[in-house]
Every structure is written in structure tokens, then in C-alpha cells.
């Protein structure tokens, strides 16, 4: 296989206050190249309304713009749940607001810029939505994250619901 991929990221986050924020992601991946590399435009890493994509339907260029706003819905629920095993501990919960949106893209760049008005359609993709986290520790010490989000395509139709679960376990010292 012969191409090189660039790729660019870029985060910033600004404080509204009591644990609340807004959350800012660009993301730019271009592919470079007669074997390039296909980059995927939907999941839970991209466009979160679109479900992630089989490789045929990636392309070679994407670039994806996130926008999130995260409020604390229960800022303090220090509920221990002692009496089952491995006992649980609720530190918060968090509500997000959310848009995402994304241009994918095979053709040269110039192309795509000359083109847009006719390419705008099968290569501009938004979508926005609603998450719930829950931040808590298992054995009240090792972080457990629950995430609960649903997304609505705005341009397409259609939405996509995710669930996970994230853990952090560390040890030693």
C-alpha cells in the first residue's frame, strides 16, 4: 500500500460555571495517495448521528466540526450503593446538548471547492442531539463512566442511539 495521511485536531473547551461548559472538536484527516486511506465520517468519533460507516462508503478527505454544551443535571449525587457487590458510588450527572457536523469528500479539494454548490448534497452531513453521562466509581475507587446519546440527522433523517461504558482502571503506584 502506498499514500500518508495528514491529519489535524483541535479542542477547546470554555467554563459556564458550576462544572458546566462548552466543548469545541475540529477535526481535519486528508489521505494522500493511489492506495489512500478511507476515512470514516460516522460514530461516536465523528458525526454522531450517522452509525459508523463500512469502508466502501468512507472517502478519502473529512472534516468534522463538534459543538457540545454540558450542564450538570445532578452536580452532587454522592449516592453509595453499599449494599451490593461491588458496591457503587454516584458522584454526577451530566446533560449535553449537542451538534455535530462534517464534510467527506474523494475528489481533489479544489474540485470540491469549484463544485460545492452541486456536491453539497452527498457530501455535507449534520446531525444534533441529547446526552446523559453518569460519572461514578465501582469499590469507590476506580472511575466508571456511563454514556447515554441520541442523535437526529437533520439532513438525511433518521437518528442513531448509543450506549457505553467506559473504565479507568489503574494500578501501582
Known amino acids: 500500500m502506498d499514500y500518508w495521511t495528514?491529519?489535524?485536531?483541535?479542542?477547546q473547551f470554555l467554563p459556564l460555571g458550576r462544572d458546566g461548559a462548552v466543548a469545541s472538536r475540529i477535526a481535519l484527516s486528508r489521505s494522500h495517495g493511489p492506495d489512500f486511506?478511507?476515512?470514516?465520517?460516522?460514530?461516536?468519533?465523528?458525526?454522531?448521528?450517522?452509525?459508523q460507516e463500512r469502508s466502501s462508503q468512507s472517502r478519502r478527505g473529512?472534516?468534522?466540526?463538534?459543538?457540545?454544551c454540558r450542564l450538570p443535571l445532578f452536580p452532587d449525587v454522592n449516592y453509595h450503593m453499599w449494599y451490593m457487590f461491588p458496591?457503587?458510588?454516584?458522584k454526577n450527572i451530566?446533560?449535553?446538548l449537542f451538534s455535530d457536523q462534517g464534510v467527506r469528500?474523494?475528489?481533489p479539494t479544489r474540485e470540491l471547492r469549484d463544485r460545492w454548490g452541486e456536491l453539497k448534497k452527498e457530501s455535507f452531513y449534520h446531525a444534533a442531539g441529547v446526552s446523559l453521562k453518569f460519572n461514578t466509581f465501582v469499590l469507590e475507587l476506580f472511575p466508571f463512566f456511563f454514556s447515554f446519546e441520541w442523535a437526529k440527522r437533520t439532513t438525511t433523517g433518521g437518528s442513531v442511539f448509543y450506549g457505553s461504558v467506559f473504565q479507568f482502571f489503574t494500578f501501582g503506584g
Open 6 to 11: 495528514r491529519f489535524a485536531e483541535w479542542h
Open 37 to 51: 486511506q478511507k476515512v470514516p465520517l460516522g460514530g461516536r468519533a465523528g458525526i454522531r448521528g450517522f452509525p
Open 62 to 68: 473529512v472534516l468534522i466540526s463538534n459543538l457540545e
Open 87 to 90: 458496591d457503587f458510588y454516584i
Open 94 to 96: 451530566y446533560l449535553g
Open 105 to 107: 469528500w474523494s475528489v
